[in-house]
């Protein structure tokens, strides 16, 4: 089956602008969860949607916002782009049980701000 | 909240020798605990996870980890690596009752095999 497929793979924007990002989970799965990963800061949680409502947030600015659709495809968008935003961004599908025993992760989408 | 530790940031190792990739968490609440790789230019790929039962968990390739309670660790170990075992790998938690797809992560360890 299908793996979580992430679009586009690298980005390279302005400081400034906007951005968004698109996931499609596993068939199936109805959670998806968006994690950043930077060298200086690791792996940091985002949010998470099952069934089109945000469950969990982290400690993310308003910039970073998300949503999922009632086919469990999900997109994060972040606007006002700063340099700091350049990172992976990593989305992982999971069935949605409130521990998420089992997630698997699409290969990210490259963000570079310019 | 929960947070995870792992004590190396690099570990150099030649072929064939073992290998142990260190993580201690720290949690209020009872967790779930998972090793994670990643190649370069890749996603994460579950590696082995520990849910309850047995202490001792293994993977397909090789490696296992050990779920200490009294010590809050969950080690990785393989008895003898591969070159193809090269990645960073991460230790990850996840628990209480509204961790809605919240792993908190490690920093990672870089595992580099040398010929």
């Known amino acids: 089956k299908a793996g979580v497929t992430q679009t586009p793979r690298y980005l390279i924007k302005t400081r400034g602008q906007q951005v968004t990002l698109s996931c499609s989970p596993i068939?199936?799965?109805?959670?998806v969860s968006w994690y950043q990963q930077t060298p200086g800061q690791g792996l940091q949680f985002l949010f998470e949607?099952?069934?089109?409502?945000?469950?969990n947030k982290g400690n993310f600015p308003g910039r970073f916002s998300g949503r999922q659709f009632s086919n469990s495809r999900s997109e994060m968008n972040v606007s006002t782009l700063e340099l700091g935003d350049s990172a992976l961004y990593l989305c992982?599908?999971?069935?949605?049980?409130?521990?998420?025993?089992?997630?698997?992760f699409g290969q990210g989408t490259r963000l570079t701000v310019v | 909240a929960q947070s995870v530790t792992q004590l190396d940031s690099q570990v150099p190792v030649f072929e064939e020798a073992p290998v142990e990739l260190r993580c201690n968490y720290s949690s209020s609440v009872s967790v779930y605990l998972f090793w994670y790789v990643q190649y370069p230019n890749q996603g994460l790929q579950l590696l082995l996870k520990y849910l309850s039962g047995s202490t001792l968990v293994e993977s397909i390739n090789g490696f296992e980890a050990e779920f200490n309670k009294s010590q809050t660790s969950f080690h990785l170990r393989k008895p003898s690596v591969h070159i193809s075992d090269t990645a960073e790998y991460f230790c990850?938690?996840?628990?209480?009752?509204?961790?809605?797809?919240?792993?908190?992560f490690g920093q990672g360890t870089i595992l580099t095999v040398h010929p």
């Open positions: 068939s199936g799965h109805r959670s």
């Open positions: 992982a599908s999971s069935l949605g049980g409130p521990l998420n025993t089992e997630a698997f």
């Open positions: 949607y099952f069934s089109e409502t945000q469950r």
């Open positions: 990850a938690v996840i628990g209480g009752g509204t961790s809605y797809g919240k792993l908190t």
